[in-house]
């Protein structure tokens, strides 16, 4: 069965910068794309951007571009999400999901992993 | 970017009756080339990640419920849930994935009167 299995919680201080990875099995990796989603204590759903697992291609949503960087190792099929510049608003559930459909760029999220708290605090 | 809002942001239904939950998206999400909609709906229960139940508006996934249904088109969608059961206790969202960045709704809250 699909499994998204994510890095454990995390506990960084402002300006620091968090590795989240996400390891993913029971699917062809390279047919997917991920995305990496947050939601902050209490609050809504906040996309932060896509990967291609075929060719790496990034789409980053504007408001993290710069801050943040997906990559993809193919031999362990994983998922990276790498934050910069953490911020105390950072503070969040990090989720890696993957699209349903990997034929067009439409992502929907079918499966999602467990999430990784990343707590930034001085 | 396209802003997702919800109406109402929580209600309590009795056990078997409908439930009905509203999304708009602040400009259509409407595919011309394929004529479905990019909206996806969500539940998402404490403590755990969001369940897909409805892509491209109506499309129900697999292993939902039927009595979760989708529908609507171009800016206006509804969540309906025709006979509430405990285990349908949650906040459900909507996601847009017409354009990015791809976005939610604030989300409903769905509780038991």
């Known amino acids: 069965q699909v499994q998204l299995v994510q890095s454990g919680a995390e506990v960084k201080k402002p300006g620091a910068s968090v590795k989240v990875s996400c390891k993913a099995s029971?699917?062809?990796?390279?047919?997917?794309?991920v995305s990496w989603v947050r939601q902050a204590p209490g609050q809504g759903l906040e996309w932060l951007g896509w990967i291609s697992c075929h060719n790496g291609n990034t789409n980053y949503a504007q408001k993290f571009q710069g801050r943040v960087t997906m990559t993809t190792d193919k031999y362990t099929s994983t998922v990276y999400m790498d934050l910069r510049s953490l911020r105390s608003d950072d503070t969040a559930v990090y989720y890696c999901a993957k699209e349903k459909d990997g034929s067009v760029f439409s992502p929907f999220f079918d499966h999602w992993g467990q999430g990784t708290l990343v707590s930034v605090s001085s | 970017d396209i802003v997702m809002t919800q109406s109402p942001d929580s209600l309590a239904v009795s056990l078997g009756e409908r439930a009905t939950i509203n999304c708009k998206s602040s400009?259509?999400?409407?595919?011309?080339?394929?004529?479905?909609?990019?909206l996806a709906w969500y539940q998402q229960k404490p403590g755990q990640p969001p369940k897909l139940l409805i892509y491209w508006a109506s499309t129900r996934e697999s292993g939902v419920p039927d009595r979760f249904s989708g529908s609507g088109s171009g800016t206006d969608f509804t969540l309906t849930i025709s006979s509430l059961q405990a285990e349908d206790v949650a906040v459900y969202y909507c996601q847009q994935y017409y354009s990015t960045p791809f976005t939610f709704g604030p989300g409903t809250t769905v509780d038991i009167k």
């Open positions: 029971g699917y062809t990796f390279n047919r997917y794309g």
């Open positions: 400009q259509s999400v409407l595919y011309n080339s394929n004529n479905k909609n990019s």
